[in-house]
């Protein structure tokens, strides 16, 4: 079954700190929305010492065949959740997503994203939010007024289930 949205906003963290926070605007299908950021972050190649080092990085942990390395580290992201969908916030959820290999390209500290995500970010980040109650599937809008609400009180990764604001009537967490 394929997932068609209405037409949503969403948010870009530059990792530029000089750069303002964009907000966007997207319609369509699901597979089309992923196939986006995929093209977003694939921008940036590895270079053959940067793939070098995550296939060392691979081997290291022993979690991966290296051969497939150089066709899966361009264009791919990681998914941070940073609020989770429960019944008392509506089955809101709201997710980051940055480059996967980003550390490997050099990609500069993101303040802005590490500040929303508690966690260290470089690159770019994206910002969605769905409505997930496992039945039903929706992206909904995420904008620049719920990204600054993010950013004055961002989630902890010991608070990821309190209610921290209200975005389009609907009670998040974090």
């Not at 980051?96 to 990609?107: E, H, I, P, T």
């Not at 909904?140 to 950013?151: A, P, Q, S, T, V």
Request: hydrophobic letters at 30%; glycine letters at 4%.
């Amino acid at each position: 079954m394929s997932v068609r949205h209405e037409e949503f906003t969403y948010i870009l963290i530059p990792a530029d700190i000089t750069a303002d926070v964009i907000e966007l605007k997207y319609a369509g299908k699901e597979k089309d929305f992923q196939a986006k950021l995929k093209e977003h972050f694939s921008q940036d190649k590895l270079n053959p010492s940067q793939e070098q080092e995550l296939a060392d990085s691979v081997v290291e942990k022993g979690s991966l065949d290296t051969s497939i390395i150089s066709q899966t580290a361009q264009g791919t992201y990681q998914i941070i959740p940073l609020v989770l969908p429960t019944k008392a916030n509506g089955y809101t959820c709201v997710n980051a997503y940055v480059d996967n290999v980003g550390r490997f390209k050099n990609s500069v500290d993101n303040s802005r994203a590490t500040r929303c995500c508690d966690d260290g970010i470089v690159g770019d980040c994206f910002i969605s939010s769905t409505f997930d109650d496992e039945e039903e599937f929706k992206r909904i809008n995420f904008g620049i007024e719920d990204y600054e609400k993010l950013l004055a009180n961002p989630p902890s990764k010991e608070k990821k289930i309190e209610t921290w604001y209200v975005c389009e009537s609907i009670p998040l967490c974090c």
